[in-house]
């Protein structure tokens, strides 16, 4: 039983974030079953599973039910975990940590090894506020770029795009096509930042939350829930300031 799912380095991934998200209990229970429960005041997703199944078997049913759980999930809330434990000689980048390579002979700005997770830069951004100055710059170019992207694909018209430090909104659409994005989301993956945005320009199709608003988002941006998750499960307060 063990041997007959294999998966890939991407469905690893997605596993590893859906097991971030649910509360796995196993026991004599005869088929999988989905709650959601509330402690104080966190609320969670539990799976109860039977003790019968492996981890591969029970990996495999969390994996094609990913959207169900996300939806899930959407409506819970999540302790957040610090992603940047230790800054020291590090910086967290559009979703992941990458450690610190000065080199002032370097040609280019900077270069982003992924491979290994090192940024290569010519500028000394692990001094806090050159750091700090180092993303602002990145997310009044990268914000934008993006969000004219995706106005230009569902032919939004988009009259002006504010983009600040907010502690308590990721984004905002005014009445007048205004956008407002959160500069933090500079912090956070680009399939993060493409949801927030999304979000958005739902708006100016629907300036409300209501089913008609989540059905037009789901059909434009179907991955929605899936990457909104990242900011519920992800702490980045204190790095951006």
């Known amino acids: 039983m063990s041997n007959i799912y294999k998966f890939s380095s991407e469905e690893l991934e997605d596993i590893d974030l859906l097991k971030k998200i649910l509360i796995i209990k196993r026991g004599n229970?005869?088929?999988?079953?989905?709650?959601?429960?509330?402690e104080?005041?966190?609320?969670?997703?539990?799976?109860y599973a039977p003790k019968l199944y492996n981890e591969?078997?029970?990996?495999?049913?969390i994996l094609k039910n990913q959207y169900n759980i996300y939806k899930m999930a959407y409506k819970c809330f999540f302790k957040k975990t610090n992603l940047l434990e230790n800054t020291q000689n590090h910086i967290l980048f559009l979703g992941k940590v990458y450690k610190?390579?000065?080199?002032?002979?370097l040609q280019a700005d900077f270069i982003l090894n992924d491979e290994e997770n090192i940024i290569h830069t010519k500028h000394?951004?692990?001094?806090?506020?050159?750091?700090?100055k180092f993303l602002e710059e990145q997310a009044f170019k990268i914000l934008p770029e993006r969000l004219n992207m995706y106005?230009?694909?569902?032919?939004?018209?988009?009259?002006?795009?504010?983009i600040k430090n907010y502690k308590s909104l990721w984004g905002?659409?005014?009445?007048?096509?205004?956008?407002?994005?959160?500069?933090?989301?500079?912090?956070?993956?680009?399939?993060?930042?493409?949801?927030?945005?999304?979000?958005?320009?739902?708006?100016?199709?629907?300036?409300?939350h209501s089913k008609d608003f989540y059905a037009?988002?789901?059909?434009?941006?179907?991955?929605?829930?899936?990457?909104y998750i990242w900011l519920n499960i992800y702490k980045t307060d204190n790095i951006l300031d």
């Open 151 to 162: 106005a230009e694909k569902f032919k939004l018209y988009i009259k002006n795009i504010k």
């Open 172 to 208: 905002a659409c005014y009445t007048d096509n205004t956008i407002l994005l959160n500069k933090r989301l500079i912090l956070c993956p680009k399939s993060a930042i493409d949801a927030i945005i999304c979000h958005e320009l739902a708006h100016i199709m629907h300036p409300n």
């Open 216 to 227: 037009t988002l789901e059909k434009i941006y179907p991955s929605y829930y899936k990457d």
């Open 29 to 38: 229970f005869k088929a999988y079953k989905f709650r959601k429960e509330k």
């Open 56 to 61: 591969n078997t029970i990996n495999a049913y």
């Open 40 to 47: 104080g005041f966190y609320k969670f997703i539990v799976l």
């Open 100 to 105: 610190i390579d000065y080199d002032n002979l």
């Open 124 to 132: 000394n951004i692990n001094i806090p506020y050159k750091k700090s």
